[in-house]
Structure formats: structure tokens, C-alpha cells
């Protein structure tokens, strides 16, 4: 599984912080580095903050375009320091872990950090499939790019199973998976009649989306789900037919 | 619980990486930092890589030696990169930060980090409680020091519960409020038919309750939940009255 991730730096100013990314990287298995458009690549700085990673930094690809570096993955995640009105699935680190570890092998995925100062921009966050956000200190949450690397890192490794707090061997439901769930819940929610012109449908899918984007959930709880929705749905059309019938 | 955390550094050889630590620290809610002779110290490398931290850096005590940095704290924690062979209790960063934050309020707990190339001494390691442990690649896994706190750092804030996914202030629901959505959703179950005498209700229960245990409910989404469950119980049942107004 690690070796499907690529992490992807989007416009580095500070070559130090390439380096603390690459030694964040193999600390925790991971050694597909994608840069774009570094200001300053290679660059001793980042050798020395790679401090015996540079085998990495040799293998980094520097491309010309976030689209090039993505170009070959199914799952893009977007690092992103705000909390966004972008109606976007939104996972923390180790959710988002989670997630890429029930992903079916071979998947490619790429996560992708943004500039030091202003993140990525809304553009590039709207080539993602998930925002990703690290919960910190609100009165100073920039967290410096190697550190947030290594927590996504981090969480990625214990995921994988080679540290001793994660869930190995938990089948997740995949994006996939999920989105459809997603898509049956909100219909549903309108057959019940609880989803209607009057209330606001994109919040409370949101809110919804949040509590079982975080839940973890295994690729047999969705069946789980989506046979109450189904249920539901019968039910309301059902007792309709059952009273045409009874009548 | 995080004001009762301190962090102490012995002998840190590179200025850059006390205020890394710093900015690590700050970003996860942490304050109290205490460096035993540190080689270079205040220094500018350390404010620039602070990056508005220095207000941690500025109250910093800067002491003799490790006894005095741990002089007034209960419990100690010693980062250790090696498995020892010390029979000393090991824990992980997430065990380490439940345990922290299972203790009485007012605990002073201190977590002590080495050297960048030689850690902490067999007799550093002897004056704590227990030894704290970074799962990482072992062929590559002497993590950057600001970069091992930042990991440690981040479990204490989400085990402090300041991490659902960036909601500061958020009012999670209650075990009554769990409890009474749980009563409520297995009502419903049997309303829409999806529970009866043929399906094991205790196992899907159990399942649910995962699911929904582990989302870190707010008290607002319960009611939006429990909107759900009334919705799709009225038009159980509704439909019915509806077919037979129009009947």
C-alpha cells in the first residue's frame, strides 16, 4: 500500500522543507516524490534536511503542472489548512489513512501539499477527490510542511499495519463505495419526505457526509446501510401499496 | 490537559530545530518548553524556524540538567528510537497521549527528547516512567526532532479532544443523548420493517452503534439524525393515512 502513495509538493519556496519532506517520507516507507515547479530544486539545503533520504530526492520527478503529477492516479487527496464552503469530502489524517488502506491494491494516490504561505488554491483543490485537513491550534494552525507530511506519514504507516495502533486487516469502503452510499442516502431522504424545497439539502448532506466520512466505515457495514435505506424506501411506497391492496 | 504537558529537549545540537519544536508545540496547543543545555541558544535560526512561535521560545527555561527540567512533574516520558532491552514499560504515541489524558487534572507530565544523533542516555532513560516509541521504517528511523514531537504533539491535541476534524467548541453529544438516538434508530428499524424476528437485532445494533460511537457526534447532528428517523417513521406509517384521505 505505501508504495501506491505519492506525495506531491505544489510550488516549494523553501528547498530545506523538500528535504524535511523526503526524510518525513522514508521514515515512514513511503519514496514517491513528486515536485511542481519548486522555486530552488536540487538544492544542497535539501539535502542536508533529507539527512540520508536523498535517494529520494534523486528519484523526485519535478513537473510543470499539479495535473502531470496526478495524471496517473485514481484517488487525489488536497491538503488544505482551512476549513473550506467547497461542499467537498473532508477527512483527517487518519481517516484518510484508513481510507487508503481499504482502497483495492494497486490503487495510486496521490496526497498533495500546497505553498508554504497560501495552501493550494481553490482550483487545484477542485482537482481532488478529498480535501484533507489536520485539526490544530486555531489561533496558529500553519503547520510547517515537513511536520504536516510526516503526520500524514505517520498515520499512513500505522494504517499499512506496520505500527502497533492501527486497525490492520479492516476492509474499508472505498470512494467508490461511499459515494454511492451517499447518493442513495440523499435519495432516500427525499422519498421519506425529509429532504425538500423547504430545507437546505447541501448543508445537511454535508453534515451527513462528515459523520460517516469519519466513522471508518468496512466495506460490509455499507451493505448494512444501504439495506435500512432500502428498507425505508419500501416502506414508504410499500404501506401506500399495502393500503391500495387492503382497500 | 495540555498546559499540564511539558516537552523537554537535552542537548539539542541545532538551534533551527528548538524553534521547529516550538512551532510544533504551538500548533497543538502546547506551551511549556524546557531545554537542557542546549548548544546554541536563543539564536536566530531558531526564531526564523519558530515562524511566530517565539513567544514559546521566549518563555522557555533553559536549565542544567534533565533532574531540574523534571523536577516538579509526576510523570515522565522518554522518547526513545531503539526498542531497549530496559524492561521499562514501552508505550506509542497514541497509547502515551490516552494515557496522559486519563490523568487526574493537574498531573505535570514531562516527555523528554534526546540528542538529533544519539538520543537519550541508558541513565537519562532511567529517571522515566516509561519509554515512548515512534513506530518507523527500520531501515531509515531517526525521524527530525521537531518532526517527532510534531507526531507526539498531534496525538496529545486529538486525545485532549480538540481534533474532531477541526470543530473547536463543538458540543459532542452525551452517552443520554447517544443512548436515546440508539433507542430511537432501533425503533425506527422495526417501523420500516428492516428489524424482525428473522434478523439477529443484537448484532446489527452492535454494528450501528460503531458506527455511530466512533463519529464523534455533535449534539446539533443528533437532532438532525433523529429528524431522519422521524421522517422515514411518519412516512412508514403516513403513507398509509395519506392512501386512505384519498381513498
Not at 481499504?102 to 494516490?109: F, I, K, L
Request: glycine share 8%; aromatic share 4%; net charge neutral.
Amino acid at each position: 500500500m505505501l508504495s501506491d502513495i505519492r506525495i506531491v509538493l505544489v510550488e516549494t519556496t523553501h528547498p530545506g522543507n523538500i528535504g524535511g519532506v523526503a526524510r518525513a517520507m522514508k521514515n515512514m516507507g513511503l519514496s514517491d516524490l513528486a515536485l511542481v515547479l519548486p522555486k530552488v530544486f536540487p538544492s544542497e539545503q535539501a539535502t542536508a534536511r533529507a539527512s540520508g533520504a536523498d535517494d529520494l530526492l534523486a528519484a523526485a520527478r519535478v513537473v510543470g503542472s499539479l495535473e502531470e503529477a496526478i495524471a496517473d492516479c485514481q484517488v487525489v487527496i488536497g491538503a488544505s489548512a482551512r476549513l473550506r464552503t467547497i461542499a467537498w469530502p473532508e477527512l483527517d489524517p487518519r481517516t484518510a489513512a484508513a481510507r487508503i488502506a481499504g482502497q483495492p491494491e494497486g490503487t495510486r494516490t496521490a496526497i498533495v501539499f500546497g505553498r508554504e504561505h497560501s495552501g493550494l488554491t481553490n482550483e487545484e483543490l477542485e482537482r481532488c477527490h478529498y480535501l484533507l485537513h489536520i485539526a490544530s491550534n486555531p489561533e496558529f494552525s500553519s503547520l510547517n510542511l515537513a511536520c504536516a507530511v510526516q503526520i500524514v506519514a505517520y498515520e499512513l504507516y500505522l494504517a499499512a499495519g506496520r505500527g502497533a495502533a492501527g486497525r490492520p486487516g479492516a476492509a474499508l469502503a472505498d470512494g467508490e463505495q461511499m459515494a454511492s452510499f451517499f447518493r442513495h442516502l440523499e435519495r432516500t431522504l427525499h422519498d421519506v419526505g425529509f429532504l425538500h424545497e423547504r430545507r437546505s439539502s447541501p448543508s445537511i448532506m454535508r453534515r451527513l457526509r462528515r459523520i460517516f466520512n469519519s466513522a471508518q466505515i468496512e466495506a460490509q457495514e455499507i451493505h448494512l446501510l444501504r439495506g435500512i435505506l432500502t428498507a425505508a424506501q419500501h416502506s414508504a411506497a410499500g404501506a401506500g401499496i399495502r393500503n391500495a391492496e387492503e382497500n
